[in-house]
Nanobody, 126 residues
Framework: QVRLVESGGGSVQAGGSLRLSCAAS????????MGWFRQVPGKEREGVALIHRSTGIIRYADSVKGRFTISQDSAENTLYLQMNVLKPDDTAVYYCAARQTTHWYSLWDPNTYTYWGQGTQVTVSS
């Protein structure tokens, strides 16, 4: 079991920045991939940024490349998402997720992630 707790959401004006944190506990060694997803009402959950924990290899969704940065503090078992130049379209509930599979297929499919945090709201006003 892996427990994930997000923090750091809030409201910001367009062009502003926020930093999300995700504290992981439990059997974190089984979480080979971790990532950030987001969801708005009526839409499917979409992947934003992913990291392969042991190699540090990172993937970003095209919509956030150059603006968002995912990072991890392995010693603290904490995942971060630095979000800069925020846009109103970034408004969503952001979720931290952990995946136990070791293969690299379907990285962006939320159904392949076993553990989820409770979510944190990010609101960007124009």
């Amino acid at each position: 079991q892996v427990r994930l707790v997000e923090s750091g959401g809030g409201s910001v004006q367009a062009g502003g920045s926020l930093r999300l944190s995700c504290a992981a506990s439990g059997d974190t060694n089984s979480a080979y991939f971790m990532g950030w997803f987001r969801q708005v009402p009526g839409k499917e959950r979409e992947g934003v940024a992913l990291i392969h924990r042991s190699t540090g290899i990172i993937r970003y969704a095209d919509s956030v490349k150059g603006r968002f940065t995912i990072s991890q503090d392995s010693a603290e078992n904490t995942l971060y998402l630095q979000m800069n130049v925020l846009k109103p379209d970034d408004t969503a509930v952001y979720y931290c997720a952990a995946r136990q599979t070791t293969h690299w297929y379907s990285l962006w499919d939320p159904n392949t992630y076993t553990y989820w945090g409770q979510g944190t709201q990010v609101t960007v006003s124009s």
